[in-house]
C-alpha cells in the first residue's frame, strides 16, 4: 500500500482522527469542526466571567454522564442557571471553558453538576425529555462532531475530577486558564499541572488477505476486535505496537512496515487510541507438492494454498485475551456491511463510532487498480447437513479470476449445482469452468465440516483448495478433508 501516504484529515463518526496514510480513492469524510477552541480566550478571566454570566452555552454533566435528548447533547444557556448566592448554595463547580460554537460563535462552557442541590437539580434547569448517558455506550447515537464535542468536554471533566488536590503537597488546586491548567493554593508549593494524555496503539495486523482479531473475556459474546494496549515509559508507538501484538497473540510484525493510520480521543479516562497498520511474519515453509500432483488447481488454487500455510500461529496470553483469530477480508467485509453469515456463532466488531471499525473500513475499502465483475462474487455459498459440492473458476477473460465453492443440498447432481451457478454468473459477463466435485459433510452447531469424495460427471476437486476457502467463511470451524470416499 505504498500509494497511501497522502496527509488528510479526517473525522470518523463518533470521535476526531487525524490520517496520514489514506488512499486518494477512499473519499473519507471530512466534516467541519464543530468549535474553535479559541485558545487565546482562556487567560482572560474577564472576558470568561462575562459571557458566561449572559451569553454563554453550558454542556452539563453529572459525573462523567452526559444529558443528551433525541441522539443530540443538551446545550443549556447559562442564564437558565442560578446566578449570585444562588449559584454558591447550587454548588455548582467552576465553569470549564471548552471554546465557540463555530456555527454561532457562542461561547461553550462544560459544568459538572453532580453536587448541585436537590432543588436545582429539577425539570427546571433540564428539558422535558432529556436523560443522562454514559458517552462510551451512546457514541453510536450521536453525530460526528456531537461526540467529538463531548468527548473534549468529558475528558477535561474528568481530569479535573481527579486532580482536586496537589499530587505535590495536597494543598487544593484551583482554576487556571478557563480549566485548562491547574495551580496549588499553597503559597509554598504553587505547582502547575496541565491535561495528560495516556497514549495507547491500536494495531491493524494483517497477513495476506488476512487480519488478527481478538476478544476480551468481559465483551459481549461474539465481540472482537483490534489487538490494542498502552505505550509504556521510554518506548516510541511503533515499538509499543510490536511488542503489544506479540505479548496478547505470539505474532511478530516486520517494523519496517509499520504504518500509522489515524488516530482517536478516548477519554475514558484520559487516553489517546494512536492507530497502526502491520504486517505479520508469515511462517517459512515448503508448499506440499503433492497436493497440485493428486488434483491440479493452477495459480489461483496455490494462491490460496500458500495464504492459508503461511498464517503464523496464534498463541494467545489469556491473561490479555480470550480468544484470537485470523479472519479474512471478505468475512470482515460481510460483517461491516450487515451480511448474513453461515455459521452457528455470534460475530461482530466495535461500532462506526471506534477509530478500531474506522481501521477496518479503511482495509477493506483497499482496492487494486483494476476491479472486475468477479469482486461481487462470494468465494464460497454451502448449505448445512450432507451435500454434493463443485469447486468453480471463474474468470473475465482478461486475466482476472477467482475460485468459488458452491454447495446445495436441495440439488441431487453436481451438474445441478453447476448450472445453477452457471447462470447466475454469466449474467455478470464471466467465464464459469467446473474445476471438480465432491461433498460437503457440514455440522452447524458442531462447528466441524468435513470435505471428501468426488463427482460422476466432473471428477474429484482438489479438496484442500476447498478446505482453504471454506476457512476464509467459517473462522470458527474446524475444517479437513479426506480424499477417499464419495
Keep these: 500500500m505504498s500509494n497511501c501516504n497522502k496527509k488528510r484529515h479526517v473525522s470518523f463518526h463518533s470521535f476526531s482522527s487525524s490520517t496520514?496514510?489514506?488512499?486518494n480513492n477512499q473519499g473519507a469524510s471530512v466534516p467541519q469542526p464543530a468549535f474553535n477552541r479559541a485558545p487565546e480566550r482562556r487567560a482572560d478571566s474577564i472576558w470568561l466571567s462575562e459571557v458566561f454570566s449572559t451569553s454563554?452555552?453550558?454542556?452539563p454533566f453529572l459525573g462523567s454522564k452526559s444529558l443528551v435528548k433525541s441522539g443530540e447533547p443538551v446545550l443549556l444557556p447559562s442564564k437558565n442557571l442560578p446566578k449570585g448566592e444562588r449559584l454558591k448554595s447550587a454548588c455548582i463547580k467552576q465553569p470549564i471553558f471548552l471554546g465557540l460554537r463555530e456555527t454561532s460563535n457562542e461561547p461553550l462552557f462544560a459544568v459538572e453538576v453532580s453536587s448541585v442541590c436537590r432543588e436545582h437539580l429539577s425539570s427546571e434547569l433540564w428539558p422535558e425529555g432529556?436523560?443522562?448517558?454514559?458517552?462510551?455506550?451512546?457514541a453510536s447515537e450521536l453525530k460526528s462532531n456531537d461526540a467529538g464535542l463531548l468527548a473534549y468536554a468529558r475528558g477535561l471533566v474528568e481530569w479535573h475530577m481527579?486532580?482536586?488536590f496537589c499530587s505535590c503537597c495536597g494543598g487544593e488546586m484551583e482554576f487556571k486558564e478557563g480549566g485548562h491548567s491547574l495551580q496549588c493554593s499553597s503559597r509554598e508549593c504553587g505547582s502547575s499541572i496541565y491535561p495528560r494524555l495516556d497514549p495507547a496503539v491500536i494495531v491493524l495486523v494483517t497477513c495476506g488477505e488476512y487480519l488478527l482479531l481478538g476478544r476480551q473475556s468481559r465483551w459481549k459474546p461474539g465481540r472482537y476486535s483490534l489487538l490494542a494496549g498502552f505505550v509504556e515509559v521510554g518506548e516510541t508507538f511503533e515499538t509499543a505496537a510490536a511488542r503489544e501484538i506479540q505479548e496478547e497473540s505470539g505474532i511478530k510484525v516486520k517494523l519496517d512496515g509499520l504504518r500509522y493510520i489515524?488516530?482517536?480521543?478516548?477519554?475514558?479516562?484520559?487516553?489517546?487510541?494512536?492507530?497502526?497498520?502491520?504486517e505479520a511474519e508469515e511462517k517459512q515453509l515448503s508448499f506440499p507438492k503433492f497436493v497440485d500432483d493428486v488434483v491440479p488447481v493452477g495459480n489461483e488454487g496455490l494462491r490460496v494454498l500458500m495464504e492459508n500455510t503461511k498464517l503464523p500461529t496464534i498463541a494467545v496470553d489469556t491473561k490479555e485475551l480470550e480468544d484470537a483469530r485470523w479472519i479474512h477480508r471478505s468475512y470482515l467485509k460481510a460483517v461491516l456491511q450487515n451480511q448474513p453469515l453461515n455459521g452457528n456463532r455470534p460475530f461482530s466488531v466495535p461500532g462506526s463510532h471506534a477509530v478500531a471499525n474506522f481501521l477496518m473500513q479503511w482495509w477493506i475499502s483497499y482496492q487494486k487498480n483494476t476491479e472486475w465483475g468477479g469482486d461481487e462474487v462470494s468465494s464460497v455459498e454451502i448449505d448445512e447437513g450432507v451435500f454434493k459440492y463443485i469447486l468453480i473458476r471463474v474468470s473475465d477473460g482478461k486475466g482476472n479470476q477467482k475460485l468459488v465453492v458452491r454447495g446445495n443440498k436441495r440439488m441431487s447432481y453436481h451438474a445441478d449445482i453447476f448450472n445453477h451457478t452457471t447462470d447466475k454468473l454469466r449474467a455478470l459477463k464471466l467465464q464459469v469452468e467446473v474445476l471438480g466435485g465432491g461433498r460437503i459433510d457440514h455440522h452447524v452447531t458442531e462447528r466441524v465440516i468435513l470435505v471428501y469424495g468426488?463427482?460422476?460427471a466432473y471428477g474429484q476437486?482438489?479438496?484442500?483448495?476447498t478446505v482453504a476457502l471454506l476457512k476464509q467463511w467459517f473462522p470458527f470451524h474446524t475444517i479437513s478433508f479426506d480424499w477417499d470416499g464419495y
Design 461 to 465: 476437486a482438489n479438496h484442500a483448495v
Design 454 to 456: 468426488f463427482s460422476q
Design 162 to 164: 481527579r486532580n482536586r
Design 20 to 23: 496520514n496514510a489514506l488512499d
Design 262 to 278: 489515524a488516530s482517536q480521543p478516548w477519554p475514558f479516562p484520559q487516553s489517546l487510541m494512536v492507530g497502526f497498520m502491520a
Design 56 to 59: 454563554a452555552l453550558i454542556i
Design 130 to 138: 432529556c436523560e443522562w448517558v454514559d458517552l462510551r455506550s451512546y
